[in-house]
């Protein structure tokens, strides 16, 4: 052996000799001699040097463990199965614990060459553990005799050992729970406590001890937990009874600090007395009275009170007293300095027989703070905070009385819907705290104009309600004096206010409704001065408008078709119709799609009949998206239809539509699904668009235009457009509107706006379509000043699509024989 090599051996040798492990190996197929290392020879108790076979290895076993180890040899050396076994040795010693292991050693093809092993000293492990199983019996038998809940948990919490006690407090047996987690049995979503003490106790090798409450047993258990090295032991006591008289003393204690409110004890009137007389006060008296007890002792308990006393309610106590023996009450009692405070008071009789009172005993408890947070409370329900008039919840109580009295004893009231115009306008430009300021100074005025008897109530934001309770019994005098005071208010209001030195001046809109007789409801009563009120503003603000009842009907009217317009949109009950374009040779070259309603009882509903509604509603939006993809959807079907593969169809965007923040998103969406050619897709756009944000507007017409969408300017003329915005719109058509066309040959000014728009649109290179063309001479009169193409009554009236599709069939011919210009 090298002198590198030695002391590795050395090593190894010396490793085997404190482990108390011996090597062999041996070759195969020829099992003759094991070569071995001398711990393997000092375990067996072999000579040094001696020689040893495989079969003398297995002669060294017990008789007991012979059979199994030849058995494991043969095993090994023949199929390569290893194995780790603990038997029994004979040496000159005597027997000895070992552990033996062999695996096979193969060679490249798999096949067994050779065997190695250990065996391993285990006698000393052995006797440990029969040490340890008879300490365990010993053990055993001392937990039995623990009086109390014991069981042990390993690291994890889980039951290691339950003693009998344990299982009739837990009411589950040891075979159970062994190796569950205790938390099953006893923690919650509600009682947490247990875990996690038991885990820091663990965590930290730190005893605890607690109490909590069980709710699955129902009982309070006292919890001690020792750690040690394989986990916890745990005590359990049931404690509930100790809990029980721990509560019991606290409620005890709880009645006893009553005695921090102020007793006092008055001995009843006798023959030499009339009234009673105080024999004793408390602490608390003193404290709060300012009086010591010298001073009141003798003294009739009415020196307490001062000249704010409610009488009454010291007689209603007085008569509730004999009845009940009891009386309970709030009283304004009176300090030795002159202030006050609130006392809430109990009075018991003591009486020694059924007949005979001795004293009476009041108890009482300072409730000042109590009712200062109760006016502050009905302050904050019944007051607006910011103007100090009363808020929505008073008026609608105050109304429905009104309603009521007037209702009953035929008296005239009205009631004055009132709004701050432009509030807005003040709070974006100088301001909230400015706002606030004006709410407050009209809050002041419209109390300056009407009576005490009258109610000015701030609903909230810019709106006041002023309740008139007393006109008299005149109809037309109430409404005539009612007239003059919102006049009143109108002036009072043009008046300027003077906000933290800024002189601003507004106006305001009212809207009154009257009452007499019987209306169904408070909240009726305020939507027709609500009503009334959004009338004057229509009317130019600054003005007075009385309640009608068309104008209820016109809001039901306009409810009742949102409501179907919601159900149309629903069950698909629009359609398009379309309209065909011609250009100059009267061929046709594009259509119009224009919506229609099929109502199921109306029948075909026109545009101008539901749009506003949907423009209101809301509704245009899916309406509008509805007719976007309808129309795609036509154009992609046309693609495979020579008669119309190269018609454009043109659809009106509304200008709520078009400033959706996805409807160019949604125009491309469509484009992509139906596969359709952008230029034959024609969006007419309204002049309207044009009245405010220009650059968002050509930044959306930029984007549709890139795409190949082309883009109309519908009714020009009309609206908002002039020369510096026009040029700089990304636009292809100009569409002139009807009601110039109409008129084109016998009104010079319509047709001079007709020609200066042809010219107009031919000077930016844009194609100009006439609408409403209804006679040929028009048409001659348009061709004549040069426009493109033409859409009217002339050609075809709006047609569903299954006539438009046969009007295409019959156009061709037609269109030969149309006159040249």
């Known amino acids: 052996m090298s002198a590198a090599l030695q002391p590795a051996d050395h090593r190894l040798a010396m490793a085997e000799r404190i482990a108390h492990i011996g090597s062999w190996a041996l070759d195969l197929p020829n099992p003759q001699l094991l070569a071995y290392s001398s711990e393997f020879a000092a375990i067996l108790g072999l000579p040094a040097n001696a020689l040893l076979t495989l079969g003398e290895l297995a002669g060294r076993f017990r008789p007991e463990c012979r059979g199994r180890i030849e058995w494991l ?45 250990v065996l391993q000293d285990i006698s000393g492990q052995k006797q440990a553990q029969q040490e340890t199983l008879r300490l365990a019996m010993r053990l055993t038998t001392t937990l039995a005799s623990i009086t109390e809940a014991f069981v042990t948990l390993d690291r994890q919490c889980c ?110 009137h006798s023959a ?21 007890r010298h001073e009141v002792l003798g003294q009739t308990p009415g020196k307490l009170f001062g000249p704010g006393v409610a009488h009454d309610e010291l007689q209603r106590m007085a008569k509730t007293l004999l009845r009940k023996r009891q009386a309970r009450s709030e009283l304004l009692i009176y300090r030795k300095n002159g202030s006050c405070f609130w006392l809430e008071l109990e009075i018991v009789q003591v009486a020694a027989t059924a007949d005979e009172l001795t004293h009476w005993v009041a108890v009482g408890r300072d409730i000042t703070q109590r009712k200062v947070n109760a006016d502050a409370i009905h302050q904050l329900a019944f007051y607006d905070p910011l103007t100090t008039l009363p808020n929505r919840l008073l008026l609608l109580n105050r109304l429905e009385q009104v309603m009521s009295q007037s209702a009953h004893l035929r008296r005239q009231g009205a009631l004055m819907f009132i709004d701050v115009d432009k509030l807005k306008v003040l709070n974006d430009t100088l301001g909230h705290h400015k706002g606030d300021l004006l709410l407050q100074q009209v809050a002041t005025r419209l109390a300056g104009c009407v009576e005490d008897t009258d109610t000015v109530a701030r609903l909230g934001g810019d709106e006041f309600v002023v309740l008139l309770e007393n006109l008299g019994d005149d109809a037309d005098a109430a409404i005539r004096q009612t007239r003059k005071l919102a006049g009143k208010v109108l002036d009072e209001l043009r008046e300027p206010f003077d906000l933290a030195g800024h002189q601003h001046y507004t106006t305001s809109s009212i809207g009154v409704t009257s009452l007499h007789g019987a209306h169904d409801s408070v909240s009726e009563v305020l939507k027709q001065a609500d009503l009334a009120m959004y009338q004057a503003k229509t009317a130019g603000r600054n003005a007075l408008c009385f309640f009608d009842p068309e104008m209820q009907a016109a809001v039901n009217a306009n409810a009742a078709a949102s409501s179907e317009l919601h159900i149309a949109l629903k069950k698909q009950e629009f359609v398009l119709h ?74 009106n965007v509304s200008v709520r539509q078009f400033r959706h923040p996805d409807f160019v998103d949604q125009v491309m969406a469509e484009i992509r699904r139906t596969g359709i050619k952008p230029q034959h897709l024609k969006l007419e756009l309204t002049e309207t668009l044009l009245a405010d944000g220009m650059d968002v507007t ?56 007709s020609r200066t728009i042809i010219t107009l649109a031919h000077s930016l290179n844009l194609k100009v379509v006439a609408e409403g063309v209804e006679t040929r001479a028009q048409q001659d009169f348009l061709v004549a000043e040069g426009c493109d193409q033409f859409q009217g009554f002339l050609f075809a009236k709006p047609l569903p699509i299954g006539e438009l599709e046969a009007y295409l069939m019959q156009a061709a011919p037609s269109a030969a024989m149309a006159p040249e210009y």
């Not at 070992?98 to 060679?107: I, M, P, W």
């Not at 020009?716 to 719109?729: A, P, Q, T």
Request: charged residues 20%; proline residues 4%.
């Open 698 to 753: 050509l930044a959306r017409m930029g984007t549709l235009k890139a795409l190949g969408v082309t883009l109309a300017l519908d009714d020009f003329g009309m609206g908002y457009s002039s020369l510096s915005v026009l040029k700089r719109l990304p636009l292809d058509q100009l569409k002139i509107d009807k009601s110039f066309v109409a008129e084109v040959l016998t009104d010079p000014a319509d047709a001079a706006i």
């Open 272 to 292: 030499s007395r009339k009234v009673p007389y105080i024999v004793f006060v408390n602490q608390a008296f003193e404290q709060h009275t300012g009086y010591n």
């Open 578 to 651: 379309y309209q065909p374009q011609v250009d100059r040779q009267g061929r046709v070259n594009g259509v119009e799609a224009l919506l229609r309603w099929q109502h199921p009882k109306r029948g075909l509903v026109m545009p101008s009949d539901f749009i506003p509604m949907a423009e209101e509603t809301g509704l245009i939006l899916p309406l509008g998206q509805w007719a976007l993809a309808t129309a795609c959807e036509q154009l992609a079907a046309w693609a495979q239809w020579p008669q119309a593969a190269s018609l454009s169809i043109a659809v």
């Open 73 to 117: 040899l043969q095993q090994c050396s023949s199929h390569g199965m290893a194995f780790d076994e603990e038997m029994q040795i004979e040496t000159p010693a005597g027997r000895t614990w070992v552990r033996v292991a062999c695996e096979a050693v193969q060679n490249k093809r798999g096949q067994v060459k050779g065997l190695q092993g």
């Open 159 to 268: 039951f290691t050992y339950l003693n009998q006690e344990s299982e009739q407090l837990l009411r589950y047996t040891t075979g159970e729970l062994l190796g569950k987690e205790i938390w099953l049995v006893l923690v919650n979503d509600q009682n947490q406590r247990l875990r996690q003490e038991l885990q820091r106790s663990i965590a930290t090798n730190r005893q605890v001890e607690f109490e909590d409450f069980y709710p699955g047993l129902g009982k309070w258990l006292e919890v001690r937990a020792y750690p040690f090295t394989e986990g916890l032991a745990v005590y359990f006591r049931d404690v509930s009874k100790r809990r029980k008289s721990q509560e019991q003393l606290m409620l005890l204690e709880t009645c006893i600090s009553r005695l921090n409110d102020i007793v006092l004890i008055a001995e009843a």
